[in-house]
C-alpha cells in the first residue's frame, strides 16, 4: 500500500456508482438550500446593468449574514468588492461575480486538505469526537466502506459506550460492510474498549481503525476528560495515536458548530473536521466562518445519507456549486 490519496481512491467510487447506473447528484443540487441564500443575495448584484451602490451591498451582506457566513466573513467579502467598485464608474457584472468567487475560493483554500492515509503506522487511528447527533456514527460507517472499497483493511471501535443503541448502530455498520467492530456491552469503559481495538487492530495488521465516541458538549467537562483519556491510553500502544482526531459537526447548527469546533480544539487539539447534513440546511455558510475562523483542515462534508454522500471537500468545487445557477 503506498501512500494512499483520498481523492484518487474516489474517482473508483465514482465509476463503480456510474456503472451501477446509478446517478451521482450535483453538489450544487445538494446544496440547493444554502445555494437559495447566496442566489436571492446576489441576483440582483448580478443582474445585468443594475448599479452597484451601497443599498445592493447592504442587501448581500444580509443574506451572507442569514447563510451564517458570520459577521467576520462576510465583512470580509463585503470589504473586498466594495475596492472593485469604484464610484463613478459601473461595474460590470460579471467582472464582480468573479470577484466574489474568487474571494470565496480564498477563503476555503487553506482548510482544503484532504484526509491521507500514509503507509505506517498500522494502523493509521482516527478519533471521532463531537456532539450528540452531529453525525458521528453514520461519518464512520460512511468513512469505513470508502475505505474498503479502496483497498483497506479497516477495524472499528464501538467507544460509545453511553447510549444504549451505540454500539448496534455501528455493529450493523460493520456487518453490512464486512468490518470487524470491536465492541463491550453498553456502560463499559470507552478508553478500554478502544484500547482493546487497538490492541486487536495491530495483531491483525489492520490499516485503519476508527474509534467512535459517544456525543457531548464541550462543556461537560467530565466527558471531556474522558476524551482525553481515551487519547492518553491509546498512546501506550502507539506513542502517535490517535493519527487523526476528528470533530464531526453538524452544518444545521450554524455558529453553533463553530462554538463546538473552538471547543473541541481547546480540549483535544483536533486534526481534521467533517461537516454533516449540508444537504438539509440554509446555514451551509458557517463552513466559510469555520475555514477562517479554525483553520482546521476540513476532510469531508457530509451531503446526505448514502455512503457517496460523504465527500472530499474541495474549495472551488465548493464555492462553485453555491454559486451554481
Ligand atoms: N441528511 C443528512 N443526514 C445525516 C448526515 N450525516 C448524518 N445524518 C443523520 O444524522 C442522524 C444522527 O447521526 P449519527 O451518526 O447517529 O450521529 P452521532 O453523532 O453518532 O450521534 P450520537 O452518537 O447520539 O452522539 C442520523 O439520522 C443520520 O442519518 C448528512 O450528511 N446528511
Ligand atoms: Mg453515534
Known amino acids: 500500500m503506498g501512500l494512499f490519496s483520498f481523492l484518487k481512491k474516489k474517482k473508483n467510487d465514482d465509476a463503480v456508482r456510474d456503472s451501477d447506473g446509478t446517478s451521482d447528484e450535483q453538489l450544487d443540487q445538494k446544496l440547493e438550500r444554502t445555494r437559495g441564500r447566496f442566489a436571492s443575495g446576489l441576483v440582483n448584484l448580478f443582474t445585468g446593468g443594475s448599479k452597484i451602490d451601497e443599498d445592493l451591498l447592504e442587501e448581500l451582506e444580509n443574506e451572507l449574514i442569514t447563510a451564517d457566513l458570520g459577521v467576520p466573513v462576510t465583512e470580509r467579502v463585503i470589504e473586498s468588492l466594495q475596492s472593485r467598485v469604484t464610484p463613478d464608474q459601473s461595474q ?21 486538505s484532504p484526509l491521507e492515509i500514509p503507509d505506517s503506522p498500522d494502523p493509521f ?14 461519518t464512520i460507517g460512511k468513512l469505513a466502506r470508502q475505505l474498503t472499497d479502496g483497498g483497506q483493511s479497516v477495524m472499528l471501535a464501538a467507544g460509545d459506550t ?154 472551488q468545487e465548493f464555492v462553485d456549486a453555491l454559486l451554481a445557477g
Not at 296 to 310: T, Y
Open 125 to 138: 487511528v482516527i478519533l471521532v469526537v463531537g456532539v450528540n447527533g452531529s453525525g458521528k456514527t453514520t
Open 92 to 112: 460590470e457584472s460579471d467582472g464582480l461575480r468573479q470577484a466574489l468567487r474568487a474571494e470565496l475560493i480564498n477563503i476555503l483554500q487553506p482548510v482544503e
Open 162 to 315: 453511553f447510549r444504549a443503541a451505540a454500539v448496534e448502530q455501528l455493529q450493523t455498520w460493520g456487518e453490512r460492510n464486512n468490518v470487524t467492530v470491536v465492541a463491550q456491552g453498553s456502560g463499559a469503559d470507552s478508553a478500554s474498549v478502544i484500547f482493546d481495538a487497538l490492541q486487536s487492530a495491530k495483531a491483525r495488521n489492520i490499516d485503519v481503525l476508527i474509534a467512535d465516541t459517544a456525543g457531548r458538549l464541550h462543556t461537560q467537562d467530565g466527558l471531556m476528560d474522558e476524551l482525553r483519556k481515551v487519547k492518553r491510553v491509546m498512546t501506550k500502544l502507539d506513542g502517535n495515536a490517535p493519527h487523526e482526531t476528528l470533530i464531526v459537526l453538524d452544518g444545521g447548527t450554524g455558529q453553533n458548530a463553530l462554538n463546538q469546533a473552538r471547543s473541541f480544539h481547546e480540549a483535544m487539539q483536533l486534526d481534521g473536521m467533517v461537516v454533516t447534513k449540508l444537504d438539509g440546511t440554509a446555514k451551509g455558510g458557517i463552513v466559510f466562518a469555520i475555514a477562517q475562523e479554525l483553520g482546521i483542515p476540513l476532510r469531508f462534508i457530509g451531503v446526505g445519507e448514502r455512503v457517496e454522500d460523504l465527500r472530499v471537500f474541495q474549495a
